[in-house]
């Protein structure tokens, strides 16, 4: 951050590569899914950077409307305050105290996971310049006749008083109760029964609707009902809409507080008797229970309705009910007078090109979901009964339902409102502001353009966007991801970004998503300040493929922890065989003749290759595989040990500056993905220049004459001869400084003239007596053996071990283990098992006896070395 090596500024001679952070809640924390996300932004941005792309990740907040209003006013509660006591000057003075206090905290947090965010372009959705982008757009998009204002069923958060989006609501299966009553007939003895799982709703009654087809009510046709204790007469309607197959076929109608009775009532013109306040109690227009509960309601009311004879039954029903995302309580739905953005048109260009692939979704499943919801959109409402936020640029100058101005401030206002009223006279204590916010999701759909003052300037946003990738949760494909697509063709007419990469939710070990409700989400500090921010990093990054879920454990960033360590013992280990007075300089330039550099540095290139197409398939976790694969496997395991010098000999300089140079491209390739220990081991390899940062140095590119795979291959041959040596010796439990007699038949000369020339790569890594390859090399008696590739080792064990003694015991597990199968091939023979016992109880006898015959197999053939 000091030296501005993630700060980026317009240079038309370097390609962007551009990223924009979703913005977390500005007085929010940091949470596992924070960690998770901003991870895989900050590896796919250090990358481009390495790579010499002109790269720029925004970091920014957002004002998080009820969330941060729901913070304030308990906070003021705490003090004695009730927002009702404050105007809404006072009431904003203290939410953007509380911002400033709290505000930020969590982009501070990110620094310490290693976030390399472009810091000095902070932006935040209540900034002036963006709130004047929202304001703007809300008025243009009422001016094209895309935004209107209607009374409409909406989702009623009785908690927070606001209106809710249809994805601001999560609905939950729960343990309801279904009650049954009964309405009586007008003039008449008998009753139509009808089923609801909210009683206290009958306060708002208009109707009973029947199917016209239901030929068990046709004599109630033109009928009407009293609806119970409220003895209110309504009609009884017809209407196909009515499933004949569920409950009675008789449906209570309650126009203000139901979705589908709302349009129920539009088609047949009944009365709306809205029965709740915004707070969940009833309303006088209820009638009955004014100012109690609805919770409390549906408890009293049934048993009033049992008194008054009304409630035949009730019973016990599952069913889902839906929730405020936000405050997690029980939605209602309510007819309210809300603003409204016409989305049908504007949905079209994002669909098309989701579909068409100009934008790439990673994985690609979620395409159908993004296509179901975008081709069944429905208008979105986005005005909120809340303070914090952008006010709707609303002016109101009298009652009727159009007598309002849409306009960017007073001034504007009273001059359109003059306009449009011809009342010259006209003065500002004339107009009242619409008193609502504008849903959140109103300003962060226009995050990719006015975090680069896309609407006033064109400089910054012609350059950087369309943006790069976005990194994001499924959960706000609806929120946020297609409503930023809609942005994007609706004010650039192009995409807002190429590629959006999908993770998944971090959940507990028992499936659970982590929340701080459940208890079961650690403190992602605490995790970096126990693993490091590296390990945690690695850790999450390692089993999490892109949309995958990832069942979060702690001892997956202890893996993390302990892959740093390694690394910094290598490292470590080869600083500790540098020499005084020696001047180290890191080469690639390799001995040809040694067969150890040959494959390191294939094994580098193939992992190069492998790498950067992982990457281009957003495949980061199977990248980071290979580059822990390639530097835990091949260079610390492998090529290390075979680079020391021999016992009480300095290591050749030459061969340290091979290491060295070897460990700076490992390096490289790790730097995205561990920041902090890879850049402080690349500025110890040699002394370098603050303009020689590991994060702005340049990726390593593959060189295809630099991939022998001959070299490869020739290499492995010894990997797996070195393998079935020490299978050989913890079998016959020898120790590793046991000097043993091998020897190799082949099944060519190349091999055996490869495998001879280099043999002092088996030399170096175990204790042997004498080494004969050839492809005329006869077994000899009393050894053990191994097939390696086709090609036939030997090692003779007379002198090491009691050969009479080892036959015994081989004879005895054979008896021993014919024995053991004679009793499960007893039990697979026998038809009655075979068809009776669980598929699972069957299949685990089947998995024994290929288990017990394949180790017969095995010490039969090591019976054989011992004839």
């Not at 580059?627 to 680079?643: G, M, P, R």
Request: charged residues 30%.
């Amino acid at each position: 951050m000091e030296q501005g090596y993630f700060h980026s500024e317009v240079d038309h001679s370097k390609e962007p590569y551009t990223i924009v952070i979703p913005p977390p809640n500005v007085t929010g924390v940091l949470h596992m899914g924070h960690m998770l996300n901003n991870t895989i932004q900050d590896v796919l941005i250090r990358r481009a950077r390495m790579q010499g792309y002109n790269a720029c990740w925004v970091p920014g907040t957002d004002h998080a409307s009820i969330a941060t209003e729901a913070k304030v006013v308990r906070k003021l509660r705490e003090e004695g305050i009730k927002k009702g006591d404050l105007s809404r000057d006072e009431f904003m003075e203290h939410a953007w105290e509380w911002t400033h206090k709290h505000g930020g905290i969590i982009l501070e947090q990110l620094k310490k996971l290693g976030a390399s965010c472009d810091w000095n372009r902070t932006s935040f959705t209540m900034d002036e310049k963006y709130s004047e982008s929202v304001i703007d757009t809300f008025i243009d998009l009422f001016n094209k006749g895309k935004i209107y204002r209607g009374a409409r069923m909406i989702n009623w958060d009785p908690s927070a008083k606001t209106a809710l989006s249809d994805e601001e609501v999560i609905h939950k299966e729960v343990n309801s109760k279904l009650y049954h009553v009964r309405y009586q007939i007008v003039d008449s003895s008998d009753f139509v029964t009808i089923a609801t799982t909210r009683p206290e709703t009958i306060l708002g009654d208009t109707a009973v609707c029947i199917n016209p087809n239901d030929e068990r009510y046709t004599h109630l046709h033109g009928k009407r009902v009293i609806v119970p204790l409220v003895n209110r007469e309504v009609p009884i309607i017809l209407d196909d809409y009515v499933d004949m197959e569920f409950g009675t076929g008789c449906l209570k109608v309650t126009p203000a507080h139901d979705v589908n009775d709302y349009e129920l009532g539009e088609r047949h013109n009944l009365e709306t008797i809205n029965m709740m306040n915004a707070d969940g109690t009833v309303s006088e227009e209820g009638e009955l229970y004014v100012g109690m509960d609805r919770f409390d309601v549906r408890k009293q009311i049934a048993k009033d309705l049992e008194t008054a004879g009304n409630l035949v039954s009730i019973e016990d029903y599952k069913n889902k009910v839906g929730y405020s995302e936000r405050t997690d309580v029980v939605i209602e739905p309510r007819l309210s007078l809300q603003w409204w953005v016409s989305m049908k048109e504007l949905a079209q260009p994002a669909l098309e090109n989701v579909m068409n692939d100009n934008i790439q979704f990673h994985p690609p499943k979620f395409k159908n979901t993004y296509r179901h919801w975008m081709e069944n959109v429905k208008d979105w409402c986005i005005s909120r009964q809340l303070w914090w936020g952008h006010r709707i640029p609303a002016f109101y100058y009298g009652d009727g339902p159009d007598d309002f101005v849409v306009a960017k401030d007073e001034e504007d206002a009273l001059e359109l409102a003059r306009e449009k009223t011809g009342d010259q006279e006209m003065a500002f204590s004339d107009l009242r502001q619409d008193e609502d916010v504008l849903d959140t999701w109103f300003s962060s759909w226009l995050w990719p353009i006015s975090v680069f003052d896309g609407f006033y300037s064109k400089e910054e946003v012609d350059y950087y966007y369309p943006t790069k990738d976005l990194v994001t949760a499924p959960e706000i494909m609806f929120f946020w991801v297609a409503r930023m697509i809609i942005a994007g063709y609706e004010y650039r007419n192009e995409l807002p970004f190429e590629n959006v990469y999908y993770t998944g939710i971090v959940r507990d070990k028992l499936g659970r998503k982590m929340s701080k409700s459940l208890g079961n989400s650690p403190d992602p500090l605490d995790l970096i300040s126990t693993y490091g921010a590296d390990g945690v990093r690695m850790g999450m990054l390692f089993s999490t493929p892109a949309g995958n879920d990832l069942p979060f454990d702690s001892s997956i960033c202890e893996q993390g922890k302990k892959f740093s360590n390694k690394i910094w013992n290598a490292f470590r280990f080869l600083t500790l065989n540098m020499k005084d007075g020696v001047d180290y300089t890191p080469t690639l330039e390799i001995d040809e003749e040694n067969l150890a550099d040959r494959w390191m540095m294939t094994r580098i290139q193939q992992t190069i290759q492998a790498v950067d197409e992982d990457f281009a398939a957003y495949k980061l976790n199977d990248a980071l595989k290979r580059v822990y694969s390639l530097i835990w496997d091949d260079f610390c395991d492998w090529y290390i040990e075979l680079a020391k010098p021999e016992y009480g000999k300095d290591f050749d300089p030459q061969k340290m500056n091979v290491a060295l140079g070897f460990f700076e491209v490992l390096m490289k390739l790790l730097h995205p993905f561990m920041p902090f220990i890879s850049e402080e081991i690349w500025q110890y390899i040699q002394e370098r220049s603050t303009e020689e940062s590991l994060c702005i140095s340049e990726w390593p590119t593959y060189n295809v004459e630099a991939d022998q795979n001959a070299d490869a291959q020739t290499f492995s041959l010894f990997q797996q001869v070195v393998s079935s040596i020490r299978n050989i010796r913890a079998e016959m439990q020898l120790s590793p400084k046991e000097e043993l007699e091998i020897l190799i038949k082949t099944k060519s000369k190349e091999v055996a003239e490869s495998l001879t020339a280099n043999q002092w790569i088996l030399e170096q890594l175990q204790s042997l007596s004498s080494i004969t390859i050839g492809t005329d090399v006869e077994k000899p008696k009393a050894c053990s053996s191994a097939i390696v590739d086709g090609h036939e080792l030997y090692v003779p064990l007379a002198g090491l071990i009691d050969v009479d003694k080892e036959r015994e015991r081989i004879e005895s597990e054979i008896k021993r283990i014919e024995g053991w199968l004679k009793g499960v091939n007893g039990k697979l023979n026998n038809a009655n098992f075979v068809n009776n016992a669980p598929d699972a109880v069957v299949e685990n006898e089947r998995n024994k006896k290929r288990d017990g015959e394949a180790n017969l197999a095995k010490l039969r053939e090591q019976l054989k070395d011992f004839e």
